[in-house]
């Protein structure tokens, strides 16, 4: 029997109108009697469902559509973060802090702090991310140029790195380190 995918806000109604039946061992009769009080038509709306899926979401025939997408990007507390992997109590992913140089591997808690206040990246903090990730896996600190890397400008020929000028650093594309050139 296929399962319904609903969201976090109705799974949270339907759990509260099912841990307000105040009887020991309710039947299906009564979980639906205390879901169909509890929710709305917009709430079945919401979820692309309708009056004959109650059953279902009393029952606990559904799933809940996860909040985090694997290889999707979100902003929270400081951070900007890739997610790797879901697993049943939280979220493994790669992470680029605002304070740091670097991108790490770590993992938060469902419910935690970082949960609650996530938010999908902007186009901007998912540009920073993947350019902070590229320099990461050349072992280098977000914007870390050396003498003798191949880097280009936003427009332009690729060229060897000399030094850098206050705030060209964003406008520079990494493109080979010196350590991986061939012709040295």
Not at 129 to 156: C, H, I, T
Request: a neutral charge; aromatic letters at 12%; hydrophobic letters at 35%.
């Amino acid at each position: 029997m296929k399962r319904l995918i609903i969201s976090k806000e109705l799974d949270a109604k339907i759990t509260k109108a099912l841990e307000d039946l105040m009887w020991g061992e309710p039947t299906h009769l009564d979980k639906i009697y205390a879901v169909s009080g509890e929710l709305s038509d917009s709430d079945l709306d919401a979820n692309g469902l309708t009056a004959n899926d109650i059953f279902d979401l009393a029952t606990g025939n559904y799933i809940v559509k996860p909040k985090f997408g694997v290889g999707k990007y979100y902003y929270s507390r400081h951070a900007i973060f890739k997610v790797i992997r879901v697993e049943n109590h939280g979220v493994v992913a790669m992470f680029f802090y605002d304070e740091k140089d670097f991108v790490r591997e770590d993992i938060f808690q469902y419910r935690s702090f970082r949960d609650i206040e996530a938010r999908p990246a902007k186009k901007r903090e998912v540009k920073l991310f993947n350019r902070a990730e590229q320099f990461d896996k050349q072992a280098r600190k977000l914007n870390e140029f050396k003498q003798g890397d191949v880097v280009r400008r936003a427009q332009g020929e690729p060229f060897y790195f000399r030094e850098v000028h206050e705030g060209e650093e964003s406008t520079l594309t990494l493109i080979c380190t010196k350590e991986k050139r061939g012709d040295l």
